[in-house]
């Protein structure tokens, strides 16, 4: 069983910077994509960021130029480096694995993707 822990939630004000983490307990260095999706409340969940073997990466349009995506092969996590915080962006993120080899919009799809972290709260506040 994958298991995907997350950290490096909390509360910032808008404008602000926040760097989630996610851990796997497997190797992720040749795996499947993986994936940061956030859920809003009373909101469906979205993709937010994804990035395969070959570091390619995607993005939901409303992140493009204020979130980053990476990883580091050696400690099996991936990182979401987040600037520039604003109100929409308050939500629970959430860390999956398993999905498609290659990025591409379809990566950014919940069904893609068969093990999810439990999330970290991100509240952004003006």
């Known amino acids: 069983q994958a298991l995907l822990v997350e950290s490096g939630g909390g509360s910032v004000q808008t404008g602000g910077s926040l760097r989630l983490s996610c851990v796997a307990s497997?190797?992720?260095?040749?795996?499947?994509?993986l994936a940061w999706f956030r859920q809003a409340p009373g909101k469906e969940r979205e993709g937010v960021a994804a990035?395969?073997?070959?570091?390619?990466?995607h993005y939901l349009d409303s992140v493009k130029g204020r979130f980053t995506i990476s990883r580091d092969n050696a400690v099996n996590t991936i990182y979401l480096q987040m600037n520039n915080l604003s109100l929409e962006d308050t939500a629970m993120y959430y860390c999956?694995?398993?999905?498609?080899?290659?990025?591409?919009?379809?990566?950014?799809?919940?069904?893609?993707?068969?093990?999810w972290g439990q999330g970290t709260q991100v509240t952004v506040s003006s």
């Open positions: 990035i395969d073997k070959y570091r390619a990466t």
């Open positions: 999956a694995s398993g999905g498609p080899g290659r990025v591409s919009p379809a990566a950014l799809v919940p069904d893609q993707y068969p093990h």
């Open positions: 497997f190797n992720i260095y040749s795996g499947p994509s």
